[in-house]
């Protein structure tokens, strides 16, 4: 099993970047996937989660109408639009696979070795 983040870096406060998961060795279409981020000193918090088909998806408050994900069941593929980034948006990025959306805790099946985005003020 591989989940593979890519697309952080530094990026400017207003600015935008998308991140991409390309995954591997399990059945994408049947999870529902999430993007969830670690900031230092942080707790761990759900960023948005794309249910099977992309049917429903989910955002943290903290990020609606900034982010957009979204995925491709030909490719195994997650993305996540991010738009209008803050200075708070600082963190590490992972995608996972998950048994419901939103997350609500369940936990995750897999998830990747994340992407490091960071924005300057």
């Known amino acids: 099993v591989q989940l593979l983040e890519s697309g952080g870096g530094l990026v400017q406060a207003g600015g935008s970047t998308r991140l991409s998961c390309v995954t591997s060795?399990?059945?994408?279409?049947?999870?529902?996937m999430d993007w969830y981020r670690q900031a230092p000193g942080k707790e761990r918090e759900g960023v948005s989660c794309s249910s099977t088909s992309d049917v429903s998806t989910y955002y943290a408050d903290s990020v609606k109408g900034r982010f957009t994900i979204s995925r491709d069941n030909a490719k195994n593929t997650v993305y996540l639009q991010m738009n209008t980034l803050k200075p708070e948006d600082t963190a590490v990025y992972y995608c996972?696979?998950?048994?419901?959306?939103?997350?609500?805790?369940?936990?995750?099946?897999?998830w990747g070795q994340g992407t490091q985005v960071t924005v300057s003020s």
């Open positions: 060795g399990f059945s994408f279409d049947q999870y529902d």
């Open positions: 996972a696979a998950a048994w419901g959306c939103p997350n609500n805790g369940v936990g995750y099946d897999y």
